[in-house]
Structure formats: C-alpha cells, structure tokens
C-alpha cells in the first residue's frame, strides 16, 4: 500500500483498519500502554487545540469569501462586540461601528442590505496563514496576506496587496475576530500594474467623506509600497523561537474526564479521524490544481469516485473518470507543451467533514493565469463546491461543482473585458445538461454555500435579488452528500480494540499539527523573502540544509545558505528598500509528513510580484522543499525552486515572456552545479512530483 494511501486509514471502519495501520509500524510500543483518563485528557486537550486552529482558518477564509459578493451582514456577524477593526478608511470600534462601516462605506448600501449588484468585482484573496493559538487557548494571533482585484466594469480597475495581522478570540465556544489591522503593501492601477502610487492611478487610501465616520484615524506605521514599510510580526521566528508552534503544550489543564474509558474514547476517535480528513482533503484539491497545471488530464480525473461528477461553469455534467478527462482534456494536449500556459492557483479551502467521517464537502477558489504564447492570455477566478466520499480508506471527489466569477483577457483586464461562459461543447457533448442558468461577471452571482456562518451559525443572507443563488442550488449544496454504500454503522471501540485506536487517534492528532506547523513555517519563508530579511530566512533552515533558487546552483549548510542569501539573492542588503518591491506569494502548498512525524515534502507554489525603477514585472515557480523536526521545532531541510515564467507586467506573459535564467553567481560560487536545468515558458517542461496519486498510488 503506497505512503499516501496508508497514512490516514481509517481506525472507524472496523479492526482490521486499525491493524493495518499498527502493523506498518505506525505506533510502535504505545500499543501496549493502557487507556485511562489521563492518557484520553491529553489526547482531548490536543483535539480541542487542533479544532481550534481548524475553526480559526475557517473563519478567516469566510471572511473573504463573504467580502467578495457584498455579504456585509455575514461579515460583520464575524466579529466579536467589542471588536476593533483599523481599515484603511479608519479605525472602528465596536461590531455596530464596524458594520455600519461594511454596510454604509464599503458596500454603499443600506443597513441590512446585501451584495455587490452588476458590475462590480470585490475579490479578496485570503492566503499564507501563520497562526497561532495563546496560552490558554481562548484567544488567538494570525497573520495572513490578502490580494485583491476589484474595479468597476467599463471603470477603473485595482491591484491590491496588503498584510491582516488579526486577534482572535473564543466567545462561548466559537471563534470570533477580535481585532484587525490591515497594513496596505500596495494599491495600483490594473493598466500600469504594481509601480509607485505616484506613477500610478490607484490609490492605497480610502475616501474621505464616509457616510459613516470611524470612531479614530487609522494608525498604522507606514502605508506600504513604495516606502520600505515592515508590517509588525506577532510570532518570533519560526527557526528559533515559540513562533515555530501551533500551540505551546502546557497539559491537557482544566479537562478531567471521567466515566467509562472506552465510552469516552470513541467520539475522540471519530473526532482525530475529522481532523485529518480535513488536511488530506485540502491536499486533494491542491494535487488536483497541479496535475490540471501540467496537463495531466488523466491523473486529474483518476482523483474521482466511479461514479463522480464534474460540471464546470456552464459546460454539462461529466460522469465518470473517463468523461471527465475527455472533459478536461478541452483544455490543451496532455502535458500541454511548448507555449501553453494552464496554470490555476487553489486557493481558500474551507473543509467540512461529515459526522460519520466518510463524507465531506469544501468550498475553495481558483485564480487562472493561461494563454498560449502569441496568441492569447487569460485572467480567470472562481468558486468551487464539491462533495468527497472516502472509500477503502481513500478520499476521492464524488462531485466537482466550478463557479467562474469572472473571465478577461489579458489585454482589457476585468474592467475592460468579460467574457461569457460557454456552453456545452460539440466536440465532446455533456452527459447532462447544467444544473443550474446563471451569468458571470459584469453580472453578480454568488455560489451557494455549503455551511452556515461559522461565528453566528447561521445560513448565509444571500442579496433579495441580482446574485442570489436559485433555491434548488442551495438545496444542492447544503444536502447531505450520500455514499454509494449507505450510511455504514459506526464501528464500535470496546476493550479488545480502544488502546490501538487511542494511539493511532493520538498519532493522527499530532500529524495535523505538523502539517500546520510546516504551513506557518512555508508562510513565513515567504513574508521574510518578501522584505529582504535573510537573517531571519536562514534561521528557519536546519543544520544539514540546501538551497537551489533560479539555476543558481546548490548552496549546502546553513552558513552557505545565509551567504547566498545576502550576497547572491538579496545583493548585499537587509530590509525592505524604498521604491522596491519584491513580494514572493507563497501558495497551495501540498504537505506530505511522514508517518513518524520527523520529516515532511511540500510541494507549493509562489508568485512574484516586482517593481524596480518604475517597471513592474512578474513570475512564477514550483517549490519542491523538505523539512525536519528539529529539538521538536519543524525546520526546512531542501528548498528548491523551479521557476516557470517571468514577464513584464506591460506585455505580460502571451508576449513579453522572459526566458532569462541567472545561473551560478561568479562572485559567491554554488558549492554544486544545478541538481535539474530547465528552461522557462514558452518552454514547457514537467516538474516533479514528490507524491504519489492518491488513489492509483502511481506517478506522473
């Protein structure tokens, strides 16, 4: 049985299940420690701390996803009473100040009112997550980036980029935003993209005569690009300090169990097996945007059920594996090739497990970037909603639900071209019609959505009229998704049995947090790159590490590392640097720990977004990195970056590809040639993979 496939076997689908796992070697020696309270307080206190990392992200997803369509009243419902928000346009104190803010400034619609109207686009991307839970585990620190893109169609379009640094706060057992500081990294026109404000049409500030006041002028340090601002840090380093865990253990404290051991045992049980469903599935939607990126069309489509679905935009449905590679297969060749451009960002994933921990659903995005070089580019986003079912101890998709927003071209950007979605192709005709009629931006529509609220724990207010979904698709989403094999009786712990599922509920438990832990980690590497601060970028290396960035050759222990970072990547200086920027976007990583938890592979994504001298340009890799578990700290072992495209934002990439690759430095020598050498798009050539196909177990 490949890694991928025994890593998360479910302990609820019988004992033989169980077995399996321990006979791999999974939990050695715990096997024969017995269960009692004690032991069940821990595991239950790391449960609820895990839960609570899980409900954080949550929130923090939904919170963009409810600012893209104008849900203002879902929005303010995320924040806690006596909440402080600091935007842009001032501070707000208070949940009524700072929904009459939503409402009223940024929404300019009545109190109780709702959504966007035709016209307007309000994305708002929320990504690169470094959480961490406080002591006591009823507040919480986050600090995440957003990117938005919004503008008015026939208007103005804007970029934007900036840093949330949030609170957090657990008000009767929910998880609610108690303060929020959002420091601006740069706002500019979409026509000249990412230059100084002053050589450009956007602008960071909002307006100056609200309808509703703040309650104080905003207060931040700096307002970002093109100054040399440095959003403040709430965690240490990673590498070195407290910053590098999700929690600081300090006892299961005030949970004491008691009652019959293996009664107790088993909802913990089915608890620990959510948890991991949870990462797994957010790495499936991640591995499915990757195989689409390179044209595996085949390796796509074996991520689906037998009896799976696809309906994308307004194409028809899709049954089967088969049909939904002929579907995907509309794209390009297999393995796209020379001049094709396919790649599709996945972003914001928001997981639900099912109550019996053999279902689930999620919502997430896609930012398209495609094209075909001299001929044609795309910019593309949208939403997904699909349904997954766990079978053999393997999550595959039952259904895939693609919402577009919106579809532009390059050229005109969203403000100045939408296009219409298509409908179904004669080349390969649907198995069914769509589900559901509706319009695509400059119109507004809201996919519905799969869960409630998760401060208020109420379903979504959707607008009374232009974006609301139809009621037959809310229906659609928020029912239960059905296993082709029933509904299972729950398998029952008894005294034969409840150890060996402690144990491994303890080792999935502690998997979930390594793989968030590595997240903040692959986070941080991103926000210290972004700002040029290599002292801080080496100490999250470990002592036996290597580095290869852009061909430049490999760079061996962490002194070699930190040399090259300073002198070859960072020329010499630290800090951010007036009238530059540099921002390195770290996304849709692929987290793959080892069953012992002291070593992991990520394979992740990053976005550069540069701006020199009045030029803006911008490019893309894929990041094949490992890490390993240092004095209990996760550290990274191998960074190594293989860069895709690069292009000047004036002609972006259909045109102005550059095909330029550094090579080793003269001045501050590899201590190894390049491990792999490429050459960037138009030339397309295949990356590897460190996992295997979650299902088939194959490779690429």
Known sequence: MPEARARFVSV??????????FALGAVPSVLAQPVDHAALDALEADIVRAEDVSAIKRLQRAYGYYLDKGMWADLAALFADDAVANYPAGVFVGIDSIGRHLFLNVGGVEIGETGLGGGRLYNHMSIQPVVHLDPGGETAKGRWRAVAMFGNFGGTGTWAEGVYEMTYVKDDGVWKIRTLDYHSGFAAAYETGWVPPEESAGSPRGPRNLPHAPDRPRDMPCEGFPAACLAPFHYDNPGTGDGGFLWVDRGPGAIEGSGDVTERAEPLVLRAERLAAETEIENLQRIYGFYVDQGHWSEAASLFAESGTIEIGLQGVYRGPERIERLLSLEGPHGLGDGWLNDRVQLQIVVTVGEDGRTAKSRSRELGMTGVYES???????????????????????SMRFYPTFVASYEGGWTGDAQPLPGPSDTAPPDALPTEIYEIYPAAHIPPYHYVNPASGTEPVYPAGAGRPSRAAIRAATARVEHPDGRAPRFRLDESNVAGAVAEAARLVARFRDYHEIENLESAY?????????????DLFAADSSMELAQRGIYSGPGRVRGFLLNVFGRGGEGPVEGQLGNHLQWQPVITVSPDGTTAKIRSRMFQQMSRGGRASMGAAIYENEAVKEDGRWKLSSVHAYNTWGAGYDTGWVTGASGFVPGPSADFPPDAPPSFEFQMWPNVYQKPYHYEHPVTGDRP
């Open 12 to 21: 609820l689908t019988g004992v033989l299940a169980v077995v399996s796992v």
């Open 526 to 538: 991103g926000f210290y790159l972004d700002k040029n601060l290599w002292d801080d970028l080496a």
């Open 376 to 398: 044609h580019a795309h910019w593309s986003e949208g939403i997904y909603e699909n349904t997954y079912i766990k079978e053999d101890g393997v999550w595959k998709y039952r």
